[in-house]
């Protein structure tokens, strides 16, 4: 029970970093709502698409370099682009087989 509590105490207390400015940028660039699960997980862990962000992320200075880039990977292997998924409002960590249609949302 102990390491159960203590187990909680670092998942809720312990945050992953969260970079500055991104989700502003993404917002800015995609006019779409960006949600703390495209790059986290409840398990305070990264999506695959947080993943290439944090692997490609060199400093807000870098910022919009960073995300041309990431825009140009397909972080969940599905044959999209995050650019296109992100356009299209689908979730760029999720596969296609995978993904929930947009009304559903
Ligand atoms: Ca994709």
Request: net charge neutral; with cysteine; charged share 20%.
């Amino acid at each position: 029970m102990r390491i159960f509590l203590l187990s909680l105490f670092f998942c809720f207390t312990m945050p992953v970093q969260a970079y500055s400015g991104f989700s502003d940028a993404l917002r800015s660039q995609y006019q779409r709502k960006i949600e703390c699960q495209l790059c986290h997980t409840a398990g305070q862990t990264y999506t695959p698409f947080g993943q290439d962000f944090a692997r490609l992320y060199q400093g807000p200075a870098g910022l919009i370099r960073t995300l041309k880039a990431l825009g140009e990977l397909d972080s969940d292997g599905d044959g999209l682009t995050n650019h296109e998924e992100l356009k299209t409002a689908s979730d760029p960590s999720l596969p296609l087989l995978n993904k929930n249609p947009p009304h559903s949302r």
